[in-house]
């Protein structure tokens, strides 16, 4: 399963951690882990076209996206980030689980 924990501030979104794999089908072929993927590097790439400064991201094993400045355009792209994904949740919630933290 795919977990998305999403931790917020005073109602601003401060990080989104994301780890594990949906299982919905193997590795390479699994189109949950695809379209979280997908919905995930389009939101990164439009914010740090507007600002490369906006956010901070690490890959290396989990992904772990904070956010650095709060503007109207990044509370924007990943709010809409986040309403994909809960679309997929209620697609698919055995494949991924989203939790928000205040």
């Known amino acids: 399963m795919i977990k998305i924990t999403i931790q917020k501030e005073s109602g601003q979104i401060k990080k989104v951690l994301i780890h594990g794999h949906a299982m919905y089908d193997t590795y390479g072929k699994d189109i949950v882990c695809a379209a979280v993927s997908s919905i995930l590097t389009?939101?990164?790439?439009?914010?740090?076209?507007f600002d490369e400064?906006?956010?901070?991201?690490?890959?290396?094993?989990?992904?772990?996206?904070?956010?650095?400045?709060?503007?109207?355009?990044?509370?924007k792209l990943l709010d809409n980030m986040i309403d994909l994904w809960k679309e997929l949740e209620s697609q698919y919630p055995k494949n991924i689980n989203i939790r928000e933290d205040e």
């Open 42 to 49: 389009t939101t990164v790439n439009a914010i740090l076209r």
């Open 53 to 75: 400064n906006a956010i901070r991201y690490d890959d290396e094993k989990d992904f772990c996206l904070e956010v650095q400045k709060q503007d109207t355009i990044t509370s």
